[in-house]
């Protein structure tokens, strides 16, 4: 794959300017580099796996091992490396212990989000809403826990968690269960129904329709690079409780278009949530200043700006180093 890939780049790039950009996953872009000649490679950092291995809980076995040696070998082969966040950067760094020479951070785009779709604030309604994996890395085990606590004191309490929820979590006594076994486990540990409606998988446009109908949207992962499911709240303006993890907090000023809370604090979710329920105007200005956050930072022309002069600059030194 690398060696045709590489050959087709050669060819390509004899007819006009060509730059190559790959993730970091299993080293690959160190091998299609051998082969692409005089086109430069830039990696953009998606999640190095001694990030989202240990956040699954991989252990680290000669496998483990072998794909993180062979990511920062691609890493700091590659010509440039860009990052959706600060966050990824540092940590690429620090891991590795040595200094990125040719580096900078671009946003992932954000969803394009039309103003028919905007939240506006609800009349009287709970909906708490989660879009994401059943598994540690969403933190899917924080927010189930939270509503638990929430629904004792919301009446009326509406939580919907809309994704796949076919993996296994670990609980306090070792146990690793599946989500049937899960939602029990929590019945009996605070001695009420489950609270949680779980719809599975849903198309976009079905989870943009419950997002409008949502108080509140939860974000509890354990680790994020750069979550869509935050970009694509703020693109419709819902009020947002998310972790304080990876780089949500770039995405994410507390207070101001969203709020904040410590990871795998299951009361810091609970009393951020139950805060934006309580108040009507904390919900519409947190709304408001998430539409105008996109539009400054995150709108497609000034990605895209970025982006071009990015590339151009990889390109420049290309040719004359």
């Known amino acids: ?13 004899r007819q006009s300017p060509c730059l190559i950009e790959m993730e970091e996953v299993f080293g690959q872009s160190k091998r299609v580099q051998r082969y692409a000649g005089a086109v430069p490679v830039v990696v953009r950092l998606h999640g190095p796996w001694f990030l989202v291995g240990d956040a699954q809980g991989f252990p680290h076995d000669l496998n483990y091992q072998e794909r993180v040696r062979a990511e920062g070998e691609a890493i700091y082969a590659a010509d440039a490396v860009s990052a959706p966040s600060e966050f990824v950067l540092r940590a690429v760094e620090e891991f590795y212990k040595k200094e990125l020479p040719r580096k900078i951070v671009i946003a992932n785009p954000f969803p394009e989000c039309f103003p028919e779709d905007h939240w506006k604030l609800p009349e009287a309604t709970s909906l708490v809403l989660f879009v994401g994996r059943f598994d540690k890395v969403k933190g899917a085990d924080i927010f189930i826990e939270a509503m638990f606590k929430l629904a004792e004191k919301v009446d009326g309490l509406r939580a919907v968690f809309v994704g796949p929820d076919d993996k296994k979590i670990a609980v306090e006594d070792g146990r690793v269960l599946d989500r049937q076994a899960f939602v029990a486990w929590c019945e009996e540990k605070y001695q009420r129904p489950s609270p949680i409606e779980f719809m599975g998988r849903k198309s976009p446009e079905e989870i943009t329709q419950l997002r409008k109908q949502a108080a509140v949207c939860v974000v ?9 499911t935050v970009a694509e709240a703020l693109a419709q303006g819902v009020p947002t409780v998310a972790s304080q ?3 949500i907090p770039e995405m994410i000023d507390d207070g101001h278009n969203g709020l904040l809370f410590d990871s795998e604090d299951v009361d810091g979710l609970l009393a951020c949530a139950r805060k934006i329920l309580a108040s009507p105007e904390l919900s ?8 105008t956050t996109v539009r400054e930072k995150y709108s497609h022309e000034v990605l895209a700006r970025a982006q071009k002069k990015f590339y151009r600059s990889v ?3 290309f040719v004359d180093g």
């Open 245 to 247: 993890v990876g780089g």
């Open 1 to 13: 794959m690398a060696w045709k890939f590489g050959k087709f780049v050669q060819k390509a790039s």
């Open 284 to 291: 519409v200005q947190l709304s408001a200043n998430a539409l």
């Open 220 to 228: 509890s992962s354990r680790i994020e690079m750069f979550p869509y």
């Open 315 to 317: 390109a420049d030194c």
